[in-house]
Nanobody, 116 residues
Framework: QVEFVESGGGLVQPGGSLRLSCAASGSIFFRDYSLGWYRQAPGKQRELVAS???????NYADSVKGRFTISRDNAKNTVHLQMNSLKPEDTAVYSC?????????WGQGTQVTVSS
């Protein structure tokens, strides 16, 4: 059974930084997965924040370009999201996603709150 588990969320002041991590476990070939970080704020739809392909190509939402960086460590079955210059509007539940073929796997989510 494949499982994705996020960590690293919390409360941070505007302008601060957080690093989210998502570790995958189970019988998977992690390097073959496309990976993404999504977020959902109260009353809003879930949106894609950043993604990284199996080949390492990255894509970002316009709202986070230049501030967030997604990276993957295939040796540790982990994907990270480095978030800098955080803004109150970045407050949301952040979830990681692993996609391969027709299968999608989601973590349980981790809360990020940006507030003074």
């Amino acid at each position: 059974q494949v499982e994705f588990v996020e960590s690293g969320g919390g409360l941070v002041q505007p302008g601060g930084s957080l690093r989210l991590s998502c570790a995958a476990s189970g019988s998977i070939f992690f390097r073959d997965y496309s990976l993404g970080w999504y977020r959902q704020a109260p009353g809003k739809q879930r949106e894609l924040v950043a993604s990284i392909t199996r080949g390492g190509s990255t894509n970002y939402a316009d709202s986070v370009k230049g501030r967030f960086t997604i990276s993957r460590d295939n040796a540790k079955n982990t994907v990270h999201l480095q978030m800098n210059s955080l803004k109150p509007e970045d407050t949301a539940v952040y979830s990681c996603n692993g996609h391969i073929g027709s299968a999608d796997y989601w973590g349980q989510g981790t809360q990020v709150t940006v507030s003074s």
